[in-house]
């Protein structure tokens, strides 16, 4: 059956994308958008169509598509049970959905902090790095309470809640990241090293349930970012909290339909004029 999705219905998130949103993040030389999806709600594989064609095919929770490159304008989505023959009898959709150009983003199907399953639209930060600088952001979207994020043993973000997001410029370097629950300094996850490489953001998602025991951690590189050298800069962490990206004017409706599940290694894109 067919189902529309009102602006409550998704949360607030809107199926239209502001042109303001983030203009500090678009890429003006780029006339597509730029769409990756972290499926990460566990134990929930699914199909996703886009047009009538199957773009993802067997997501399964903790797997990372894309991105996908897509002309800028309107498109229909729908999510169907792992292995479905066709898009006919959808779980979720159709839904119509309009992307902008020049605009990366990230969809994070997840679990909220009470374990429902749900679903985050992120804009990657594309501006530009000082030479031998990277960009280390954290989002928290597992069904966990507040938590700190550790970097090189130092508490570098206090108290993130899920679905909020922390973003660290630092020197290119291998940083040891872990997650402890907030005021407290047994890690939850980690700790692991992370890459963070020059001219690039290394996100990195802490998803999965601490009820359930299934923590874990995704990363997903967002490089171009290069500047012209001009020496490089050895000080300190900059720190910059950001409010849950879902108050954003992101308007992706494909966000609506992937709160049941999503993410993929295998991508194949239908582009329509």
């Known amino acids: 059956m067919r189902k529309s999705l009102s602006l409550a219905a998704t949360a607030g998130l809107g199926l239209v994308l502001a042109g303001s949103a983030a203009p500090a993040f ?12 972290l499926h990460a709600v566990p134990d ?27 002309p800028a304008g309107d498109y229909e989505i729908a999510i169907t049970a792992a292995d479905a023959e066709d898009d006919s009898d959808p779980v979720l959709g159709p839904v ?20 429902e399953p749900t679903v985050t639209p992120f804009v990657n930060d594309t501006s530009e790095l000082s030479a031998g600088d990277g960009r280390l952001t954290v989002r928290h979207i597992a069904a966990a309470p507040e938590v700190d994020i550790w970097a090189n043993g130092e508490v570098a973000v206090e108290s993130l809640a899920n679905p909020d997001e922390a973003s660290l410029e630092v020197p290119a ?60 800069p050895a000080g300190n962490f900059q720190v910059t909290q950001q409010s849950s990206p879902a108050a954003w ?24 004029a």
């Open 173 to 232: 370097s291998t940083v040891e990241a872990a997650v402890s629950l907030a005021g407290e300094s047994d890690p939850v996850l980690g700790p692991a090293d992370v890459d963070v490489a020059e001219g690039a953001t290394t996100i990195v998602y802490a998803w999965g349930s601490a009820e359930d025991g299934n923590l874990d951690l995704a990363t997903q590189v967002v490089d171009g970012m290069h500047s012209a050298p001009e020496g490089v």
């Open 26 to 37: 678009a890429d003006s030389h780029e006339e597509g958008a730029h769409l990756s999806v």
């Open 96 to 115: 119509s959905v309009s992307l902008d150009g020049g605009m990366d983003y990230t969809a994070a199907a997840h679990l909220d902090a009470s374990g």
């Open 249 to 272: 004017a992101a308007g992706l409706g494909i966000l609506a339909l992937l709160g049941v599940g999503a993410a993929a290694v295998g991508v194949r894109a239908k582009s329509r």
């Open 44 to 70: 929930l594989p699914v199909d996703v169509y886009v047009d009538g064609e199957l773009t993802l095919d067997d997501f399964n929770p903790g797997d990372l598509a894309g991105p996908l490159e897509l």
